[in-house]
């Protein structure tokens, strides 16, 4: 597990070697193709051009969700699936997602992943990764080279810290054994 101040790498954690939590990642995709229909267009200034959200309440989806909503022990009115789409050559301009969503789990669906970047003061960093838990509430961006299609399960009632704090002490088993 990779922790940087406001990313934290699920990717081991999700790892069936490590007897983590097993995400099938072609399930999601599947819910995503049923829903994607139905998505949003961002009309946000700061939104990629053609990016699109679509929430998501199919079995599988909720699922996945469900998962994380145990490991952070958050409220049954948190944890909501939700699918991004930001098509290739965009920028997500620099933004803090709007309260009260404080951070969220992002798996990547497709193959490339680009990397967020975040902009802290005057300095920046960049983070690829496939399963991330990411810090909402800090300046953060994407330029995309393809596809960049995510499953979010974002989370409203615990800060980032947080959810740090219950993964670093028993979050992960409350998600393994409910």
Request: hydrophobic share 40%; glycine share 4%.
């Amino acid at each position: 597990m990779t922790i940087t101040k406001h990313i934290m790498d699920l990717s081991l954690m999700v790892a069936p070697s490590n007897f983590g939590i097993v995400v099938n990642y072609e399930e999601l995709m599947r819910d995503y193709n049923k829903v994607k229909a139905d998505k949003r267009f961002f009309m946000d200034k700061t939104a990629a051009k053609g990016m699109s959200v679509v929430t998501c309440n199919l079995p599988y989806s909720r699922y996945v969700s469900n998962i994380f909503q145990r490991m952070f022990d958050l409220p049954d009115n948190d944890g909501m699936s939700v699918f991004f789409n930001q098509p290739a050559n965009t920028w997500l301009d620099y933004h803090r997602d709007g309260n009260p969503i404080q951070c969220s789990v992002n798996i990547m669906l497709d193959d490339v992943y680009d990397p967020v970047m975040f902009k802290i003061d005057d300095s920046s960093y960049s983070y690829s990764y496939k399963i991330a838990l990411v810090d909402l509430q800090t300046l953060h961006g994407c330029a995309t080279t393809s596809n960049r299609t995510i499953f979010r399960t974002t989370i409203r009632t615990k800060s980032f810290e947080e959810c740090m704090e219950c993964l670093q002490t028993e979050g992960w088993v409350r998600a393994l054994f409910p």
